[in-house]
């Protein structure tokens, strides 16, 4: 909020209670048609003030009195209550500055009093984090104490046992002052280290035998599997050897089988060498008739069956031609093929063999 000042707050409320005078001594209002200093030309109305004309009558002059006295009164009734607002207006004013200052000090001690509460939150939060670390600390050394408390209690019960014991093995103590003024011992110190030596020897002794048993069974154990293994090895030799024996037999027999099988074969080989041998002989037999009967002499390989058969089929050709032709020695060049045209081809040296007519007959040689 504002604070305003003396001035601003007494134009403010003088416009609110502002007075109107009489009609009579209201400002003329005229057109201004000449400039005149007194006259406003915006708002269009004169400042000057019209007066009492001699004219008039004795009752608008009374009248005016009156009314004079009238403005006068409100005049008077308006300082009083001029001053009255002023007077009002300074208290107001008072109160106004009393109350920011009040408030002022309200902010400073909002503030000063929140300083202090976040101090205090602080001061809480610290005492709090502290007493919980006491408080952990507390059932730290209780839990600590507790176990002081039962390990000592053990230690007690441990010291009575003791007791109890010493007090049994009293007696010996005795036996032993004897038995070292009989024997070669001092004292019953060396005797109870020559005991604790000897039990120690006893106990090394019964270790190391404890160990040879133990590598005993391991051996045997290691034994037992060797002996296993090598029995399950020699099983399955047992069955391969088995299986082998088995294909041996399998083999002897098939190749009994095989054997008979290529005598068959030779057999039928050396009867179609035979066959071939004599087909051969027919071949080249009939090949030597055919040069004799042509009298030719072809160059033509003894193995060469099959050019052999070529002049045969060219041979056989030609009678066949002859005899479709009636007999004649030559026959129409229309009915010989290529091969056929003057004479027979040698498959070699491509030498043309004439046909030279012969008094037996052609189809003979065929048959």
Request: with cysteine; aromatic share 6%; net charge neutral.
């Amino acid at each position: 909020m504002d604070i305003w000042s003396h001035g601003k707050m007494s134009g403010y409320f003088l416009n609110l209670y502002r007075v109107e005078l009489p009609h009579l001594f209201r400002t003329i209002q005229h057109s201004a048609k000449e400039l005149d200093p007194a006259c406003n030309l915006e708002e269009n109305f004169c400042g000057r003030e019209l007066g009492v004309r001699e004219e008039e009558s004795p009752s608008s002059f009374i009248h005016l009195l009156k009314t004079k006295m009238e403005v006068r009164l409100m005049e008077k009734t308006l300082a009083e209550k001029d001053e009255a607002f002023r007077q009002r207006m300074k208290v107001i004013v008072e109160r106004w500055r009393a109350l920011h200052a009040k408030r002022a000090q309200l902010k400073d001690h909002v503030q000063k009093s929140g300083k202090i509460i976040k101090e205090n939150e602080e001061v809480r939060i610290l005492a709090l984090k502290i007493d919980s670390k006491e408080r952990e600390e507390n059932m730290q050394k209780e839990s600590e104490l507790l176990k002081a408390k039962m390990k000592l209690e053990a230690l007690r019960k441990e010291h009575l046992k003791l007791c109890k014991k010493v007090q049994k093995y009293s007696v010996f103590k005795k036996y032993l002052e004897d038995v070292v003024k009989i024997s070669q011992f001092e004292d019953i110190v060396e005797v109870a280290s020559r005991y604790a030596l000897l039990v120690r020897t006893h106990k090394d002794l019964l270790q190391s035998q404890q160990g040879h048993k133990e590598l005993t069974e391991q051996d045997k154990v290691l034994l037992e599997q060797y002996r296993a293994e090598k029995e399950a090895e020699m099983l399955q030799y047992k069955s391969k050897l088995a299986q082998l024996k088995l294909r041996f037999d399998q083999a002897q027999t098939d190749i009994r089988l095989w054997e008979t099988c290529w005598t068959d074969i030779q057999n039928r080989t050396s009867k179609k060498t035979k066959k071939l041998w004599s087909i051969k002989l027919a071949i080249h037999d009939l090949f030597q008739s055919t040069n004799m009967r042509l009298n030719a002499d072809c160059k033509v390989s003894v193995d060469d069956s099959l050019k052999q058969l070529d002049m045969i089929k060219q041979f056989i050709q030609y009678l066949k031609d002859i005899h479709l032709c009636g007999g004649q020695e030559e026959a129409p060049v229309s009915s010989y093929t290529d091969e056929a045209k003057g004479g027979l081809t040698c498959p070699d040296n491509e030498v043309s063999v004439g046909w030279e007519g012969k008094e037996e007959n052609p189809t003979d040689i065929v048959d």
